[in-house]
């Protein structure tokens, strides 16, 4: 199963709880937690994990050091600052919101960090109806982590995201082989839709209508395009993992539609764009 609508994936105290051995596959993970005040207390165990906060703020407690995150009230107001976990630690989450784990199996011990959503890198990529933000907060080259790899991306109701498509299965120069989370929000309660399709590494076919909270898995097979719906705009947290020892998020497009790229030369960037007023 590769879409996870709202509530499919819930565990223990976590509105969303991808492991793993959930997923049938082998790195990426992902948690969802909804804050109310009470301290949540988890351990990491083999899984790298950072604490994002997607709307509100929370103090984390982690290997004797305290995290104040100052968050933000909704992921279209701009990058939040986050606290990196390490594998083998019991960490302690307290105050009020909706808090991200993206994480992945790892082997090497970091230690934990803290970085300020002033040092988060906004990208703005495509153009005209294919214009999207991308906050690269755990992108190789930004954020070391051991496996780990996680961006936000953000689209302007009606725009396209994703696209054009592309895959990361199979281990070929330029290309990286990736389990990827699609973790979605939709502004105005809406909604949005992802496709995911076969490769040559595997048969999937996936036409999803998601909405805030909604997930889709992607172990393999071409991904994109993410559609807005007009009207509204579309948010989804990447979470990334492969088995190389390099991070690395090297793509290949589907040739059928690569030529879209091409076709962004002299076209304007989307004036929505960046979400947050900051690029």
Same mark, same amino acid.
């Given at each position: 199963?590769?879409?996870?609508?709202?509530?499919?994936?819930?565990?223990?105290?976590?509105?969303?709880?991808?492991?793993?051995?959930?997923?049938?596959?082998?790195?990426?993970?992902?948690?969802?937690?909804?804050?109310?005040?009470?301290?949540?207390?988890?351990?990491?165990?083999?899984?790298?994990?950072?604490?994002?906060?997607?709307?509100?703020?929370?103090?984390?407690?982690?290997?004797?050091?305290?995290?104040?995150?100052?968050?933000?009230?909704?992921?279209?107001?701009?990058?939040?600052?986050?606290?990196?976990?390490?594998?083998?630690?019991?960490?302690?989450?307290?105050?009020?919101?909706?808090?991200?784990?993206? !994480?992945?199996?790892?082997?090497?011990?970091?230690?934990?960090?803290?970085?300020?959503?002033?040092?988060?890198?906004?990208?703005?990529?495509?153009?005209?109806?294919?214009?999207?933000?991308?906050?690269?907060?755990?992108?190789?080259?930004?954020?070391?982590?051991?496996?780990?790899?996680?961006?936000?991306?953000?689209?302007?109701?009606?725009?396209?995201?994703?696209?054009?498509?592309?895959?990361?299965?199979?281990?070929?120069?330029?290309?990286?082989?990736?389990?990827?989370?699609?973790?979605?929000?939709?502004?105005?309660?809406?909604?949005?839709?992802?496709?995911?399709?076969?490769?040559?590494?595997?048969?999937?076919?996936?036409?999803?209508?998601?909405?805030?909270?909604?997930?889709?898995?992607?172990?393999?097979?071409?991904?994109?395009p993410s559609m807005a719906a007009p009207g509204y705009d579309l948010?989804?947290?990447?979470?990334?993992?492969?088995?190389?020892?390099?991070?690395?998020?090297?793509?290949?497009?589907?040739?059928?539609?690569?030529?879209?790229? !091409?076709?962004?030369?002299?076209?304007?960037?989307?004036?929505?764009?960046?979400?947050?007023?900051?690029?």
């Amino acid at each position: 199963m590769t879409y996870l609508p709202y509530g499919k994936a819930a565990g223990g105290p976590w509105s969303v709880e991808i492991t793993p051995s959930l997923a049938g596959w082998t790195y990426s993970g992902l948690r969802v937690a909804d804050l109310t005040g009470a301290p949540l207390e988890f351990d990491t165990g083999e899984e790298e994990m950072i604490v994002l906060p997607l709307a509100g703020s929370c103090t984390v407690e982690v290997a004797g050091e305290t995290f104040v995150l100052a968050g933000r009230g909704s992921v279209f107001e701009g990058p939040s600052d986050f606290a990196y976990l390490p594998i083998g630690v019991r960490a302690t989450l307290s105050g009020s919101g909706r808090i991200a784990l993206p !994480s992945a199996r790892a082997t090497r011990a970091l230690p934990p960090r803290h970085v300020p959503a002033s040092r988060v890198p906004v990208e703005i990529r495509g153009a005209g109806q294919a214009s999207r933000q991308v906050n690269n907060f755990c992108a190789p080259g930004v954020f070391d982590c051991d496996k780990l790899m996680a961006v936000e991306v953000l689209t302007p109701g009606g725009n396209w995201s994703s696209y054009p498509p592309h895959k990361h299965d199979t281990p070929n120069p330029g290309e990286a082989v990736l389990e990827e989370v699609y973790y979605f929000e939709v502004a105005g309660d809406g909604l949005g839709y992802q496709r995911v399709y076969s490769s040559e590494r595997g048969q999937v076919d996936t036409l999803a209508e998601v909405s805030s909270g909604d997930v889709v898995l992607v172990p393999y097979g071409y991904h994109g395009p993410s559609m807005a719906a007009p009207g509204y705009d579309l948010y989804y947290l990447n979470v990334l993992a492969g088995p190389a020892e390099e991070r690395s998020m090297a793509f290949c497009d589907d040739p059928r539609h690569a030529w879209i790229r !091409s076709s962004w030369s002299g076209q304007d960037i989307d004036p929505r764009l960046p979400f947050g007023g900051r690029a």
